[in-house]
């Protein structure tokens, strides 16, 4: 009677090792298309064998039983999945905003601001032609007005990009602290369920998802525990999750910048948060930002368009202007107006380099009436041209980076360095599409749910079901027959 139920229990285990087998084909084929989704598979092991009830003889084994749901993962290649999504996204996110620069100083469907420059002191050289024309000033007035016009746009277009680029950093933020609350969460969920002997496989693929998810946001490091938690800093800031525990960031606006210094050398320019700008923090009552220490990802992008290649644009932008305007002055009050004054502005006088472009305005001499425009180098000189041709002149003089560059080259520079800057960034994205494609092939190669296979195992295992189900009926003849012996 003994074998008999060691054949018993040999089949039940049969069944019960299939249908888990059963099942979790089908749980791979139901989520074949689930993102971060890794196959699983089912390991059994044989049942310890037992000697037979009064015998000494060989012993018998007792079938299968379940070892453990297996989850096919490769932790290395997650990591190289995480820090490609983290490139990737920086790439992307960079790429977007520097096409909206770019389309800022497109200059194909109109004039823009080289061309308004150059009729600017085109204008002023006919005036030297024709220095007592009234409607030559006239020309001289609607050019200077749509150059003004024009480094008002360029800025305030520059800085609706910066605005833009606040509310994203808002949105991502947020979002970073949203995943890691649930990954503090899933680590609590990991924890209880393996403390419990559960699989907590599911529950992993997802872990890992959001992993990558916020390693797009920023450069993250992770480092598994002993309890089956991660803990996540992030690189150069500090922690972010400690196993059940959640370090949000948060988040102000920088205070006014008062700058009335001199102009100065764009070398110097590195990291510029513009005030009121939206800044990041460790605690609501941190007194020193943290914002320039996200280098990677979609917030490390955001802060360096921001930060560097929309502040040193601007910046080069206001030089620019305040150049003009203090250049143009300086010629122009020595001049004579066509009512022979003397010491007028063209310009209204910038006082800072910075947002001289926004400030940029005709004086309001000039601006009240066109014979306030200085042609003359003396007093009541009708055919005087010295000082309209002087000014007409400062296109082609060395007014810029310490007397190296003239006003065209310093604009076409500008122009220059945000498609230069454009261009090496969409062909490092290009780069980063064609890595993770191949990283994304590898782990689908690994991870990946393959429909044939599953489909495959899962008569595999139909199979194995059936014939332990035969093992039981046989058992169960066998019992049939002793007790019919004994009757």
Do not use: C
């Amino acid at each position: 009677m003994g074998g008999i139920l060691t054949v018993f229990q040999s089949g039940k285990s049969g069944m019960n090792t299939a249908k888990a087998g059963i099942a979790t084909a089908g749980h791979n084929i139901s989520n074949a298309g689930t993102e971060g989704f890794s196959r699983q598979r089912v390991t059994s092991e044989a049942q310890v064998t037992k000697q037979l009830a009064g015998q000494g003889g060989p012993y018998i084994g007792e079938g299968s039983k379940i070892g453990k749901i297996e989850r096919i993962n490769d932790q290395y290649l997650e990591k190289q999945l995480r820090e490609g999504t983290r490139d990737i996204n920086y790439h992307e996110e960079k790429q977007l905003f520097l096409n909206q620069i770019e389309d800022v100083f497109n200059e194909m469907n109109g004039d823009g601001l080289n061309r308004l420059i150059a009729r600017f002191f085109n204008d002023f050289r006919k005036l030297s032609n024709e220095p007592s024309s009234e409607a030559v000033r006239q020309s001289v007035r609607e050019s200077s007005n749509a150059m003004v016009s024009d480094f008002k746009r360029l800025r305030a277009e520059m800085e609706a990009i910066r605005g833009h680029i606040d509310s994203r950093l808002d949105g991502n933020l947020k979002e970073l602290n949203v995943m890691a609350e649930e990954i503090a969460e899933l680590n609590r969920r990991i924890h209880t369920a393996e403390t419990q002997g559960d699989e907590a496989n599911d529950l992993r693929d997802r872990r890992d998802l959001v992993a990558k998810k916020m390693s797009g946001m920023t450069d993250i490091s992770i480092h598994p525990d002993d309890k089956g938690m991660i803990n996540i800093d992030v690189k150069g800031v500090g922690p972010l999750v400690t196993g059940p525990n959640v370090e949000k960031y948060y988040w102000d606006r920088a205070p006014e910048v008062h700058d009335s210094g001199p102009l100065r050398e764009l070398a110097s320019v590195d990291m510029v948060s513009p005030e009121n700008s939206l800044q990041i923090k460790r605690s609501p009552f941190a007194d020193q930002y943290v914002t320039n220490m996200f280098k990677s990802g979609k917030i490390g992008a955001l802060v360096e368009v921001r930060d560097r290649a929309i502040a040193q644009t601007l910046e080069k932008l206001d030089q620019l202007a305040f150049s003009i305007a203090n250049s143009v002055n300086e010629i122009h009050q020595k001049g004579f107006t066509a009512d022979g004054k003397t010491n007028v502005n063209f310009f209204k006088t910038p006082v800072t380099v910075t947002a001289a472009a926004q400030n940029l305005s005709l004086s309001d001499e000039v601006l009240g009436s066109t014979n306030n425009i200085a042609a003359a180098l003396q007093p009541f000189a009708p055919g005087d041209n010295r000082t309209a041709l002087a000014i007409g002149n400062l296109q082609n003089i060395h007014l810029l980076n310490g007397g190296r560059t003239t006003v065209d080259d310093f604009y076409n520079g500008i122009v220059a360095d945000v498609g230069v800057a454009s261009g090496r960034n969409n062909e490092a994205l290009g780069q980063q599409h064609s890595i993770m494609t191949q990283l994304q092939k590898v782990r689908d190669q690994v991870s990946g749910v393959s429909i044939d296979e599953e489909t495959t195992n899962l008569m595999q295992f139909q199979h194995a079901f059936d014939a332990s189900a035969r093992v039981i009926k046989v058992a169960d003849e066998m019992l049939d027959t002793v007790l019919s012996l004994r009757r």
